[in-house]
T-cell receptor, first 114, second 114 residues
């Protein structure tokens, strides 16, 4: 079984401040991990993915995430928040086994304060 | 490169009516997913197709819901009869298949059942 926990359903940061969105996963086998972003009235878009090639993954729009096996975490960060980063962010986990079932977290809404 | 195309974008109908949502996946993708998103329950997987065959429909709420994929370029999700509690945003997503492949989402259909 696999699961994802996103800590904090709402996060507020000031423009220019560090963005940190937390994600912890549970998986009995090595996982594939994803971060998606959803803007209002749109579908989810891939930000970045971890597939075991490198523990620090860089994505679009200046975001990156670090896979830490010992902490079962895959937190998303961005050094300096921009107003356009205001959106909902979803962490997701997938495991190998021939069936591409992805489990999504509940989502974290990021508010950027000018 | 065309993304996942869903229609209609918005649907408002009365309770008891039949509703059909449509999805055109990205060409070459062999996996297709239908999701439902609500404030209360977040993003829920309804059904997953691989090579046009339903693999997992355990998320389909009840017999009022049905989904088909007659060919690689088209899928439908049907609700008959519709009920107010079916009101939600329904997303279709496709992927190349494989556990490490991201899903590409359409912009969704916002369904309101009066």
């Amino acid at each position: 079984a696999q699961s994802v926990t996103q800590l904090g359903s709402h996060v507020s940061v000031s423009e220019g401040a560090l963005v940190l969105l937390r994600c912890n996963y549970s998986s009995s086998v090595p996982p594939y991990l994803f971060w998606y972003v959803q803007y209002p009235n749109q579908g989810l878009q891939l930000l970045l993915k971890y597939t075991s090639a490198a523990t620090l993954v860089k994505g679009i729009n200046g975001f990156e995430a670090e896979f830490k096996k010992s902490e079962t975490s895959f937190h998303l960060t961005k050094p300096s928040a921009h107003m356009s980063d205001a959106a909902e962010y979803f962490c997701a986990v997938s495991t190998s086994g021939g069936y591409q079932k992805v489990t999504f977290g509940i989502g974290t809404k990021l508010q950027v304060i000018p | 490169d065309a993304g996942v195309i869903q229609s209609p974008r918005h649907e408002v109908t009365e309770m008891g009516q039949e509703v059909t949502l449509r999805c055109k996946p990205i060409s070459g993708h062999n996996s297709l997913f239908w999701y439902r998103q609500t404030m209360m329950r977040g993003l829920e997987l309804l059904i997953y197709f691989n090579n046009n065959v339903p693999i997992d429909d355990s998320g389909m709420p009840e017999d009022r819901f049905s989904a088909k994929m007659p060919n690689a370029s088209f899928s439908t999700l049907k609700i008959q009869p519709s009920e107010p509690r079916d009101s939600a945003v329904y997303f279709c997503a496709s992927s190349e298949g494989g556990d490490n492949q991201p899903q590409h989402f359409g912009d969704g259909t916002r369904l309101s059942i009066l």
